[in-house]
């Protein structure tokens, strides 16, 4: 069975703090995405990458980075972050066309 | 933009009856369709894939697909009041890039 593991559940950060969300996948897929889940708008997309060290932006890029520097892990970097930043992150993996397999989220606070 | 509509309910039935879960998407270069089932406070679990038309059976659920009419429903049969969550529409997107674009969830409400 497929298991992603994010690092945290639950996080409190204030404005301007540098923060890192990690991510870890154990079925060797090649591809993982970020996704950020907001009442009335949905999943939406923040990057992804299809292999180490490749990266591409998804729909809302703008305030985040992103790392991928083994196949398992790829990692959320919030530059600098903002109280609009407070959200639940998903990560998630796939494989090819088969299913999106999603951590349990990671709640962050921006006060 | 490529876009995944749903109706976000709720959509309200009584245990027993069969609920019906409505998705429109505009990519027609998509191949891969998926029903995630999302409980308040968790991440989304996967219920069904479909890939080709017509329709896919497991156990209470199917799935229809209807790529000529850009159309993807999900019939929940003997609803449950344990049914009760939001149903995320995923469509992938057609330019061979791997990601999935999500409607906003419908919102079931199985009555007991």
């Known amino acids: 069975d497929v298991k992603v593991t994010q690092s945290s559940r639950y996080l409190v950060k204030r404005t301007g703090e540098k923060v890192f969300l990690e991510c870890v996948q154990d079925m060797d897929h090649e591809n993982m995405f970020w996704y950020r889940q907001d009442p009335g708008l949905g999943l939406r997309l923040i990057y992804f990458s299809y292999d180490v060290k490749m990266k591409e932006k998804g729909d809302i890029p703008e305030g985040y980075s992103v790392s991928r520097e083994k196949k398992e892990r790829f990692s959320l970097i919030l530059e600098s972050a903002s109280t609009n930043q407070t959200s639940m992150y998903l990560c998630?993996?796939?494989?090819?066309?088969?299913?999106?397999?999603f951590g349990n989220g990671t709640r962050l606070t921006v006060t | 933009q490529k876009e995944v509509e749903q109706n976000s309910g709720p959509l309200s039935v009584p245990e027993g009856a069969i609920a019906s879960l409505n998705c429109t998407y505009s990519d027609r270069g998509s191949q891969s369709f998926f029903w995630y089932r999302q409980y308040s406070g968790k991440s989304p679990e996967l219920i069904m894939s479909?890939?080709?038309?017509g329709d896919k059976e497991d156990g209470r659920f199917t799935a229809q697909l209807n790529k000529a009419s850009q159309y993807v429903s999900l019939l929940i049969r003997d609803s449950q009041p344990s049914d009760s969550a939001t149903y995320l529409c995923a469509v992938e997107a057609g330019d061979s890039s791997y990601k999935l674009i999500f409607g906003s969830g419908t919102r079931l409400l199985v009555r007991p």
């Open positions: 998630a993996s796939r494989s090819g066309d088969s299913p999106l397999h």
């Open positions: 479909i890939y080709s038309n």
